[in-house]
T-cell receptor, first 114, second 113 residues
Framework: NAGVTQTPKFRVLKTGQSMTLLCAQDMNHEYMYWYRQDPGMGLRLIHYSVGEGTTAKGEVPDGYNVSRLKKQNFLLGLESAAPSQTSVYFC?????????????FGPGTRLLVL | GESVGLHLPTLSVQEGDNSIINCAYSNSASDYFIWYKQESGKGPQFIIDIRSNMDKRQGQRVTVLLNKTVKHLSLQIAATQPGDSAVYFCAENIADSWGKLQFGAGTQVVVTP
């Protein structure tokens, strides 16, 4: 049971390039989330999904898109990367059985946009 | 908007002493709170949670206290060890939401020998 995994671990992009971050979970969780973490700030929610085929915007969705084609995978896309998107990205999942649940996090993807 | 915050950005603790990490929240509708630990280069790891109908909850070497009157949450770590060095986040879940968590900025705990 690997929990939540993220690919890649680290990436460098040039401004304007695109990329996709992959998150996978093997816990059969319904809910999945993408966060970004910047120095001195708490985790900020980018997008989330409450089930296969559904996505919704979080606190800071601009410049990102997501897809949840399979229950176990949640993809985060950057269509045209900007230096402001330099950050550490974390994926998380939760069972989706009740409102009060903890979230389980992946190890993170460190992204540098030049 | 309302948010979760921490009183101290950095806490230095001597090995073997007890640590207390504080968190203030301003949303009175929050009904579920979680403490996470994040080691350098890793993702946040669940430590302990508490629901708003409780004042105290204990785990292995950790205790979370909730004071709803003053909207304050604390994490106590007993007999702090070098492996406890990390950033600690509190997070709150607002009542009747779908499970969305709001995170504080974190407190860096440094354990000294």
């Amino acid at each position: 049971n690997a929990g939540v995994t993220q690919t890649p671990k680290f990436r460098v992009l040039k401004t304007g390039q695109s990329m996709t971050l992959l998150c996978a979970q093997d816990m059969n969780h319904e809910y999945m989330y993408w966060y970004r973490q910047d120095p001195g700030m708490g985790l900020r929610l980018i997008h989330y999904s409450v089930g296969e085929g559904t996505t919704a915007k979080g606190e800071v969705p601009d410049g990102y898109n997501v897809s949840r084609l399979k229950k176990q995978n949640f993809l985060l896309g950057l269509e045209s990367a900007a230096p402001s998107q330099t950050s550490v990205y974390f994926c998380a999942s939760s069972p989706g059985l009740q409102f009060q649940e903890t979230q389980y996090f992946g190890p993170g993807t460190r992204l540098l946009v030049l | 908007g309302e948010s979760v915050g921490l009183h101290l950005p950095t806490l230095s603790v001597q090995e073997g002493d007890n640590s207390i990490i504080n968190c203030a929240y301003s949303n009175s509708a929050s009904d579920y709170f979680i403490w996470y630990k994040q080691e350098s280069g890793k993702g946040p790891q669940f430590i302990i949670d508490i629901r708003s109908n409780m004042d105290k909850r204990q785990g292995q070497r950790v205790t979370v206290l909730l004071n709803k009157t003053v909207k304050h949450l604390s994490l106590q770590i007993a007999a702090t060890q070098p492996g406890d060095s990390a950033v600690y986040f509190c997070a709150e879940n607002i009542a009747d939401s779908w499970g969305k968590l709001q995170f504080g900025a974190g407190t860096q705990v440094v354990v000294t020998p």
